[in-house]
């Protein structure tokens, strides 16, 4: 049972234009969600979350939107740059059901062309 | 952000010996630790969360005799994959939390046994 999906598998996109990737979940029961890069072979990093109070969060070229009544979360990176190029991953807390266990998508991959 | 040190990066082991791989929290204290394994182009599942100084709690269809999880202080986990086997091989990648709601990643361990 995949509770937190990320549909596209991949995404390619030019430099300079916007990137967004999307990700949907079925537990109403998820209060943060987070946004996860990774490179090959290394761990993922933390890029940006957002509380289920909130249907917005911004930090620089990175915002991620939330819509509860849809359980659809998304990232938008804009400019895209060459460096961004990594595969995304989801992640979803639910706090009163798992403590600080995070449910990840299945990730996509982004490739930002020049 | 935090820093999250995982060991080694990179290990090849003969098929029936085990092997440790430590995850350590350098500049916070982890009050809990998780283990992920992940798959060649698929998601990080989730092996088991382990408390400082009790028992880890193992996901459902993970071995708790053949992944154990010690986690005797705050800054450190390890996990042992014991009498390992070539489907053992994988990519184990451990995560700490101290309390608040991002988790931070180690670095990741590519193990293969031959």
């Known amino acids: 049972d995949q509770q937190v999906k990320q549909n596209s598998p991949s995404l390619s996109v030019q430099e300079g234009r916007i990137s967004i990737l999307n990700c949907d979940y079925t537990?109403?029961?998820?209060?943060?969600f987070l946004w996860y890069k990774k490179y090959p072979a290394e761990g993922p990093t933390f890029l940006i979350s957002?509380?289920?109070?909130?249907d917005k969060n911004e930090d620089g070229r990175f915002t991620v939107f939330l819509n509860k009544s849809a359980k659809h979360l998304s990232l938008h990176i804009v400019p895209s740059q060459p460096g961004d190029s990594a595969v995304y991953f989801c992640?979803?807390?639910?706090?009163?059901?798992?403590?600080?266990?995070?449910?990840f998508g299945t990730g996509t991959q982004l490739k930002v062309e020049l | 952000g935090a820093v999250v040190s995982q060991h080694p990066s990179r290990v090849i082991c003969k098929s029936g010996t085990s092997v440790k791989i430590e995850c350590r929290s350098l500049?916070?204290?982890?009050?809990?630790m998780f283990w992920y394994r992940q798959f060649p182009k698929q998601s990080l599942m989730l092996m088991a969360t382990?408390?400082?100084?009790?028992?880890?709690?193992?996901e459902q269809g993970v071995e708790k005799d053949k992944f154990l999880i010690n986690h005797a202080s705050l800054t450190l986990s390890t996990l042992t994959v014991t009498s390992a086997h070539p489907e053992d091989s994988s990519f184990y990648i451990c995560?700490?939390?101290?309390?608040?709601?991002?988790?931070?990643f180690g670095q990741g361990t590519r193990l293969t046994v031959v």
């Open positions: 995560s700490a939390q101290g309390g608040n709601t991002e988790a931070f």
């Open positions: 537990n109403s029961m998820f209060d943060y």
């Open positions: 957002i509380s289920s109070i909130k």
């Open positions: 992640a979803a807390r639910d706090f009163t059901g798992g403590g600080n266990k995070l449910t």
């Open positions: 500049d916070f204290q982890a009050t809990t």
């Open positions: 382990s408390n400082e100084g009790s028992k880890a709690t193992y």
